[in-house]
């Protein structure tokens, strides 16, 4: 059993050593891969298609935001969905986090964090769950980012009015049973409409959604 296959990317050999004991100690956790800067992080992520990768968003060379970005357009380029990214940070709620989120990462965890946060970070993700709520998204991208106000997707055109009441919710960080109350349906029906929407836009997650309302100028609509 090979497990989850996670490549670590820090420009701090003893910080990626750390990181790597703890991956390593879990049965269903596999270390493929390291690099100290993004350059090497794309070439990692070319050679041994990791699941995961923890990516630091300050390094030499290539900063973490930039090897995010290449990484999962290459990979949308030949019609993949990537690697889930989780980026590394100091600071809480920061420019970089925020930059990271917008760029695709599936969340941010502070390089202090708890080990079995680490771990539970990297499991969820790799299930398809973002790290990051909606919610912490949309203060993330209040706080460092502002609205773009732009034409209306095409894409954004053919959801029904009914998607788009759900979209603007979760646009502004609501969760399922808080739609549910505000629209009220069942939450089964509020995951049903999440689900058409991701599919419909073409996004991956919720966080995802956030991040399509706030460059498309959507959010206040």
């Given amino acids: 059993m090979t497990g989850i296959r996670v490549a670590l990317v820090d420009d701090q050999a003893m910080f990626r050593r750390g ?26 992520v070319e050679r041994e298609h990791p699941d995961v990768v923890l990516m630091d968003v300050r390094m030499p060379v290539l900063d973490g ?10 990979a949308a380029a030949r019609g993949e969905t990537g690697p889930r990214i989780i980026v590394l940070t100091t600071f809480d709620l920061d420019a970089d986090a925020a930059a990271a989120i917008r760029a695709g990462a599936s969340g941010f965890v502070l390089k ?3 080990p079995d946060f680490l771990i539970a970070a990297i499991r969820t993700v790799h299930a398809g769950t973002a790290v990051v709520a909606a919610s912490a998204t949309r203060a993330l991208l209040e706080r460092f980012e502002p609205v773009q106000q732009r034409p209306v997707p095409p894409e954004f055109e053919t959801l029904t009015g009914r ?7 979760a646009a502004k960080g609501l969760s399922n049973s808080e739609i549910a109350r505000t629209e009220y ?3 089964a029906t509020v995951k049903t409409h999440i689900s058409n929407v991701l599919t419909k836009l073409g996004l991956r997650d919720r966080v995802q959604l956030v991040v399509f309302a706030y460059e498309n100028g959507l959010v206040d609509r």
């Fill in 163 to 169: 998607e788009r009441d759900v979209f603007a919710l």
């Fill in 19 to 44: 990181v790597s004991m703890i991956v390593r100690s879990q049965p269903d956790l596999q270390v493929v891969g390291e690099a100290g800067d993004g350059e090497q992080a794309i070439a990692l």
């Fill in 112 to 114: 202090d964090a708890d």
């Fill in 185 to 187: 349906v069942s939450e």
């Fill in 65 to 74: 935001v930039a090897a995010t970005k290449r990484i999962l357009g290459d």
